[in-house]
């Protein structure tokens, strides 16, 4: 079955009781039981939910696994990994890595002696130099937030695995549509489902998909134990978003083009990280392993100041000056004061995220509009 196919049928079946065509909102909390023990599959909404399940086959179907299961927050879907570890653990990370899973590695699970090492997942020699007997986890963001580097997903297996190392992969950024990490051999994918899955601002969740069955009745086991569970109404609403997801996609990519191509000409540009430029370090690799490149596009003014970003961030009307990512309208943001202000300056400014750093999530509006909005603001400056 193709993708569009996919995400329009995966999950989706008439209600077995009464027809209904869309998945039914099972907004309840417990379940009737004909005697202790003899249920239909449900016992208690912390651990199964229909409208959950339904959701869990859906997300199976996107990205070719074989289990998934969906958490309150993408947080919530990290920390129920890394619930997984013990101390003294390590675990490698990129070097340019979302400021709230930097957080949760440092902040959380550093002081419960989980050790971490962040470093250019692009640079094997570097990853291998860190692999060790404690070593359980790769964590890869490929395309990484802000600033869309891009790791090989395959070659990173192939390394991890050959040590015995699990690779999980955060797909925000491609979604499904995109890039599919089981099929490349990474153990586990995750995304914030908040973001392009949902697609629609109205929902905040994550996700995890894998096909090892052990990897499964941990998650399972863990998210059960915490209760990071969504609401029967998130997934419902999360359940209409992915029906379009493969038209959206294309949407966002094809007005990420068109974006990039004015900002390569604006002369209050200095540097604009996408991979879709072929002069990116990450851009064969990212025609390798994806299908289009995005709807995310950051870049960096020749006025390397905050005032200067904030100028520009202040007068966008199109682009909502606003956190996340993802959904059908465009959104603009500045990741030092922002998504990655939890990284100590000195060393966010090691990957790129300088004070003039902006990110953009390319939206689904006219283009023409959105690029008009954009030269008005950068002729602020």
């Known amino acids: 079955m193709k993708f569009a196919t996919k995400a329009v049928h995966a999950g989706a079946e008439p209600d077995a009781q009464t027809g209904a065509v869309m998945t039914p909102i099972y907004q309840t909390s417990t379940y009737a039981q004909a005697s202790p023990g003899d249920h239909k599959g449900y016992e208690y909404s912390r651990t199964h939910n229909p409208t959950r399940t339904k ?15 969906v958490f309150s927050s993408g947080m919530g879907a990290i920390d129920t990994v890394l619930k997984m570890l013990q ?96 099929n490349l051999g990474a153990d586990l994918v995750m995304h914030s489902i908040t973001k392009y899955l949902g697609g629609h601002s109205d929902t905040v969740m994550g996700g995890l998909i894998v096909n090892d069955d052990t990897l499964a009745e941990q998650i399972a086991f863990n998210q059960n134990a915490t209760g990071a569970v969504p609401g029967p109404q998130d997934c ?28 390569q000409s604006h002369p209050a540009i200095d540097k604009i990280y996408y991979p879709g430029i072929p002069s990116h370090p990450g851009h064969e690799v990212a025609k390798k392993q994806m299908k289009a490149f995005g ?49 100590p300056k000195e060393e966010r400014e090691k990957t790129g995220v300088v004070d003039s750093l902006i990110r953009l999530s390319v939206g689904i509006e006219d283009a023409e509009d959105l690029i008009d909005d954009l030269n008005k603001a950068l002729n602020k400056i």
């Open 55 to 69: 959701l869990h086959e859906a997300l199976s179907a996107l990205e070719n696994g074989k289990h998934a299961f």
């Open 87 to 182: 101390p003294g653990d390590e675990v490698i990370s990129t070097n340019d890595l979302y400021g709230g899973t930097y957080r949760l590695f440092t902040k959380t699970y550093a002081r419960f002696g989980v050790g971490f090492h962040f470093v250019n997942l692009a640079d094997f020699g570097a990853v291998e130099s860190l692999i060790n007997e404690k070593t359980k986890w790769i964590w890869v963001e490929t395309p990484t937030n802000p600033t869309l580097n891009i790791t090989d997903i395959e070659a990173i297996c192939r390394l991890a695995h050959k040590h015995g190392v699990k690779v999980a992969v955060d797909n925000t950024f491609a979604s499904p549509y995109l890039q599919n990490p089981l």
């Open 236 to 263: 419902f609403l999360v359940l209409r978003g992915i029906k379009t997801l493969h038209l959206r996609m294309e949407r966002h990519c094809e007005n990420a083009e068109k974006v990039v191509a004015f900002l």
């Open 295 to 343: 709807g995310m596009i950051s870049f960096t003014l020749k006025n390397n100041t905050t005032e200067a970003a904030v100028k520009m961030l202040s007068n966008t009307h199109l682009f909502t000056l606003a956190e996340s990512l993802g959904g059908v309208e465009s959104l603009i943001g500045h990741p030092a004061t922002m998504t990655h202000a939890s990284i």
